[in-house]
């Protein structure tokens, strides 16, 4: 789930999230992320925070 909050309107995606995680020493990174949200298919205005 992402939450997005702009002028005082909360907007909800939900969807499905995948990460890769690669070993890096004693810590972990994100090799990669994948977002597919449930209504891809409906209009999304101006999302700054897009993954």
Do not use: D, P
């Amino acid at each position: 789930m992402i939450v997005e909050l702009r002028r005082s309107i909360q907007t909800i995606y939900s969807g499905r999230f995948e990460h890769k995680l690669r070993k890096n020493g004693n810590s972990w990174k994100i090799a990669s992320k994948k977002v597919e949200l449930i209504n891809n298919n409906e209009f999304i205005g101006n999302l700054s925070f897009l993954l």
